[in-house]
């Protein structure tokens, strides 16, 4: 893993957790108990975390070229 990639996990995860957090403070501020905010924070970290992952997953670095010219 390079420096960048690692990077850029650091900051998908800081973002994800961040909205977990301004998620899970919203449902408690909507009247949900404290395990109902704690399971929608929780959701949404994974939520986030799973876009991140899927889009790393559909790149593709265009094959290096192989001419011998």
Known sequence: MTRLQ???L???VSAAINL???SGIVAI????GTAQ???TGGSTVG??????LAGV???RR???STDSA
């Open 57 to 59: 997953a559909v790149y």
């Open 47 to 52: 939520g986030a975390m799973m876009l991140f």
């Open 6 to 8: 690692f990077t850029t």
């Open 20 to 22: 977990g957090c301004a």
């Open 62 to 64: 265009p094959p290096a």
């Open 29 to 32: 501020y909507a009247g949900a």
């Open 10 to 12: 650091l900051l998908a």
């Open 37 to 39: 905010a704690v399971l």
